[in-house]
């Protein structure tokens, strides 16, 4: 099935059937025809320089009226039917010059805007490439391969590992493991019981199992999202030419200037002089130019527009509506915690969970290893594994057998697991339990966590004039909530599909012109159905990227800010370069009528207005100032490396916070132990990388973001942390005087601690988010 989605959106209505080489011959043809002409003059041969005008003339003139007789077809009068009326004014009068330069401004103009409103058919081939052709249907013992068409409800179907489901049923096996990530956009996956639903599109991502059709294929889930994301780029509507849009007005004031001064005058010639300098060169070029420049200027940060209009319309936008995962977060789970049983270690569990996940192509899994070894942890290549899908892995570590999955208890469950449970419901987190030798050894907690350029592209995009932002998700509505709080969103929708975000997207569209903001399958129906539909393109699905009309191919949300910034001032300066230049000509056009212009200094001074008109909408390749501030290369790697260093400073956080915990339970000798190891990591390490952030990095940044005061409340909070340090190293001096942690330390200790680990992750979530940012 063939699905050009786009290839009749942003469709302008001017277009016609002349093809760009015919338009550059247009251009060549007049170009010409001025040029020769003015040597054959400069020659004394004055007839064959009108001749050649005047072929210059009639060249533009066919054209020309083919493209007033297209905007007219559409129930529209353009700016172009100015210029046909100039052209036809200046060969009655016999001012060939006059028309040979309206002639070649019209060519000028018409090149510029074909590469100012490039198009692209936009077809969501990744949606059809998803989309299972057979089905294997089970009959008695015999499976046999069958055309998805001949899938009817009631059917017993056979999904293999990896497969798509090819339409919507129940689970008829014990469990189904599935990624519904195309579906809901949520990068973790989900069992599914007996009897549960399952939609068309998601993949098994476990063992084989059998589904019990409730649908044929036409009628489920997937096939839905392939007939809404079609109809949704059929009704989005055309964008039309910013000169178009004063043509209304200054269309019907030329003529009518025009007539007044031939009928005033008596001189035809009068009535040629005023439709040439009213020929809206300036409209022509003005938001081509402006537009193209925008284009240029984006696609230097990385921003793929598909078209001027989408980068217009991107300019006028007012409300903006986001995905959750893989937009507003990372889209990769990281490890949050680590909780463990009372006879073991935050780092020996990380090491075995990550040592037993070593193999495994789970996504949870991928977080696991990588978590330890940002933490420079050896880990142990593990034998005999087995993997049961929504159960979790087991095998052997250096000897003892290892399980890191579902958590499973004999007995009761002990205090600290209860904890950790509580935690995950908190944080929104996923939880993999480990067993080592059978006995619960400890959790391993996992998060999407929020991008860290997040706020700041939030707090720029409402600056540059989004009055409305809003989290369409599939997800659970608790963790989305915590989102939509950390960054002022105005609403938070969970729990939506493909259909919810496709009618949110519309109701908003009642309000103002809306932007979506997405990345997987998922949400290219509702990028189809935005006013601007923009994809995150280096990470997210070919469908969303295909669906979008702007690409971010960087995987940083905070482009988008970036590219609303350029929108809006390419469109401002196209305005003003539009509304300089009529106002230019409304003043020609009264010197005109008034017999102070003839048709040929006329055709000239348009041609200097222009130049004017060109010049001032190449001021939108300028950067703009008003977005990200900009950094210094030598500011820029400080940036990466202390980011970096925030990384490998997540297990002293941890141990601040484990060492609080321990002095809940007891002040014996492990518990000082803890609390001993965890200054050691602050003298050793922490307390360094702030010195060194406020030494450092902190002055570089000073003239970036306006002086020293910008970073003083950060230079406060370090304060605060080697405060607390000196506090922590005070209670253990005490505690080695007295032989061990006193009673009466108890209570402070314990608050510097999780006083400590609150400090150190507001101000780690707020250096990344204001300063870290800031680097490419």
């Excluded at 017999?595 to 001074?605: E, F, N, Q, R, S």
């Excluded at 001021?619 to 970096?644: C, N, S, Y």
């Amino acid at each position: 099935m063939d699905l050009p989605l786009f290839a009749a959106r942003l469709r302008r209505p001017t277009s016609t059937d002349f093809t760009p080489w015919f338009e550059f011959a247009l251009l060549i043809v007049t170009a010409g025809a001025v040029a020769t002409g003015v040597l054959a003059r400069l020659a004394g041969a004055d007839d064959l320089a009108d001749a050649l005008w005047a072929a210059g003339t009639v060249a533009a003139i066919a054209p020309a009226s083919v493209w007033v007789l297209a905007v007219m077809r559409h129930g529209r009068a353009g700016v172009d039917l100015i210029a046909v009326l100039a052209l036809g004014g200046t060969l009655a009068v016999g001012e060939y010059l006059a028309g040979a330069l309206i002639g070649l401004m019209l060519a000028t103009g018409r090149i510029l805007e074909r590469t100012a409103q490039r198009r692209a058919a936009h077809d969501l081939r990744a949606l059809l490439e998803h989309a299972p052709n057979s089905a294997r249907r089970r009959a008695g013992t015999q499976v046999d391969t069958v055309a998805l068409d001949d899938v009817v409800a009631g059917d017993l179907l056979v999904v293999g590992p990896g497969e798509v489901i090819p339409v919507d049923g129940t689970v008829e096996s014990a469990a189904a493991v599935l990624d519904e990530s195309v579906l809901t956009g949520e990068p973790l996956q989900i069992e599914r019981a007996r009897g549960q639903e399952v939609r068309s599109g998601v993949v098994n991502a476990g063992g084989a199992f059998d589904l019990r059709a409730v649908a044929t294929a036409q009628d489920s889930t997937y096939a839905g999202i392939v007939r809404l994301a079609r109809q949704a780029g059929a009704e989005s509507a055309p964008v039309v030419r910013l000169a178009d849009r004063y043509a209304a007005w200054f269309l019907p004031l030329a003529v009518t200037v025009a007539g007044l001064a031939w009928l005033m005058s008596g001189s035809a010639v009068r009535a040629v002089a005023v439709l040439v300098v009213a020929t809206p060169c300036p409209l022509l070029l003005a938001a081509p130019v402006a537009i193209v420049s925008g284009l240029s200027r984006a696609s230097r940060l990385g921003v793929v527009v598909r078209d001027g209009g989408a980068l217009e319309n991107l300019g006028r936008a007012r409300s903006l509506l986001l995905d959750k995962t893989g937009t507003l977060t990372r889209g990769r789970p990281r490890v949050l915690d680590v909780a463990t049983a009372a006879d073991r270690t935050p780092t020996e569990v990380l090491q075995l969970a990550a040592s037993i996940d070593l193999y495994s192509p789970h996504v949870l899994a991928r977080a696991v290893v990588e978590a330890a070894r940002e933490r420079g942890l050896a880990l142990t290549p593990p034998t005999g594994v087995t993997e049961e899908p929504g159960r979790g892995v087991t095998g052997t570590v250096a000897g003892r057998r290892v399980s890191l999955g579902r958590g499973t208890w004999a007995g009761p469950r002990p205090s600290w697991a209860g904890a950790a449970d509580n935690r995950a419901l908190l944080e929104g987190a996923a939880v993999a339990w480990l067993t080592v030798d059978g006995e619960p050894a400890g959790a391993v907690l996992l998060r999407d966590p929020l991008r860290h350029d997040a706020p700041r592209t939030l707090r720029c995009l409402r600056t540059a004039g989004i009055k409305r932002v809003v989290m369409l998700t599939g997800d659970r509505i608790a963790p989305a909530r915590e989102i939509g709080a950390l960054l002022g969103l105005d609403e938070v929708r969970a729990g939506l599909g493909p259909t919810d975000k496709v009618a949110a997207v519309r109701a908003e569209q009642e309000r103002a012109v809306t932007v979506m903001v997405g990345d997987g399958v998922n949400d290219a129906p509702a990028l189809s159905a935005a006013d601007v539909g923009v994809a995150m393109g280096a990470r997210g699905s070919t469908a969303s990227s295909e669906a979008a009309d702007i690409v971010l191919a960087t995987d940083r949300v905070d482009r988008l800010a970036d590219a609303v910034f350029i929108a809006v001032r390419a469109r401002r300066i196209a305005v003003q370069s539009a509304l300089g230049g009529m106002v230019l000509s409304l003043v020609a056009m009264a010197a005109a009528a008034a017999g102070l212009l003839p048709p040929v200094a006329g055709a000239l001074l348009q041609e200097i207005i222009d130049v004017a008109v060109i010049v001032n909408a190449l001021r939108a390749l300028r950067a703009d100032r008003t977005g990200r501030p900009a950094v210094t290369p030598d500011t820029e790697a400080l940036i990466h490396r202390f980011a970096t260093e925030h990384d490998d400073l997540q297990d002293v956080l941890t141990a601040v916070r484990d060492a609080a915990d321990q002095l809940s339970g007891d002040c014996g000798p492990r518990a000082l132990a803890a609390v001993q190891e965890t200054q050691r990591l602050l003298t050793e390490r922490l307390l360094p990388h702030e010195a060194a952030e406020e030494h450092r990095l902190y002055p570089a940044l000073a003239p970036v973001l306006g002086g020293p005061e910008a970073t003083a409340t950060m230079s406060r909070a370090h304060a605060e942390i080697e405060r607390l340090s000196r506090r922590i190293g005070t209670h253990l001096s005490l505690a080695r005087g007295s032989g061990g942690l006193a009673t009466e330390q108890l209570d402070d200790l314990r608050a510097c601690l999780y006083g400590l680990n609150t400090v150190l992750c507001l101000h780690f979530a707020q250096e990344e988010e204001s300063y870290f940012s800031l680097a490419p």
